[in-house]
């Protein structure tokens, strides 16, 4: 518990990475996610005012970056690899609501799936990554884009609503 109130606490802080505090307060965020996500490799960024739920759900690789006011509902697994740079403000969903014909979506329940983030993955701002989505190696998703439940090619740029391959790398 001490350890999710001091990442809160270091979450709200900014962090000038080109300063030593700015490089203090990574470390001791990095240091705090540890203890609470599923695994944080110790060369993570988590930039300030994250939006976390269900942390223990989330793995994070080597060098990876999440941004700034980035937020991750994690129900069910989340696991991103090494490499990866995740822009300010992007979302991403493991949880979507089941719809079963006429029955009321409220009463319908809910469906979680996990979403898998390959390594050297550039994930643009804004963009929306909902349950089910698998983002190979080498991938570049366009800012703004809502990537649905499905798997695209290695080393492809995706973006659009909903977004599809838009180039893929031969």
């Known amino acids: 518990m001490l350890a999710k109130w001091t990442f809160s606490i270091f979450n709200l802080l900014p962090m000038p990475n080109r300063l030593v505090f700015g490089r203090i307060i990574r470390q001791l965020k990095n240091q705090m996610a540890r203890v609470f996500f599923g695994s944080c490799a110790k060369t993570s960024n988590l930039r300030p005012k994250l939006k976390l739920r269900h942390p223990k759900n989330i793995h994070l690789g080597d060098r990876s970056s999440i941004g700034d006011h980035a ?5 069910a697994p989340v696991h991103i690899g090494n490499d990866v740079l995740i822009a300010p403000e992007v979302v ?63 080393y492809s740029v995706i973006g659009g609503v909903p977004a599809r391959v838009i180039k893929q790398e031969r």
């Open 71 to 75: 937020r991750i509902i994690a129900a």
């Open 92 to 154: 991403i969903l493991t949880e979507t609501h089941c719809i079963n014909g006429r029955e009321k979506i409220l009463d319908s329940g809910t469906m979680k799936k996990p979403v898998w983030i390959g390594n050297d993955v550039w994930i643009g701002t804004r963009v929306t990554i909902l349950a089910g989505a698998e983002i190979p190696d080498g991938c570049v998703v366009a800012a703004g884009a809502v990537v649905p439940a499905k798997k695209y090619p290695p």
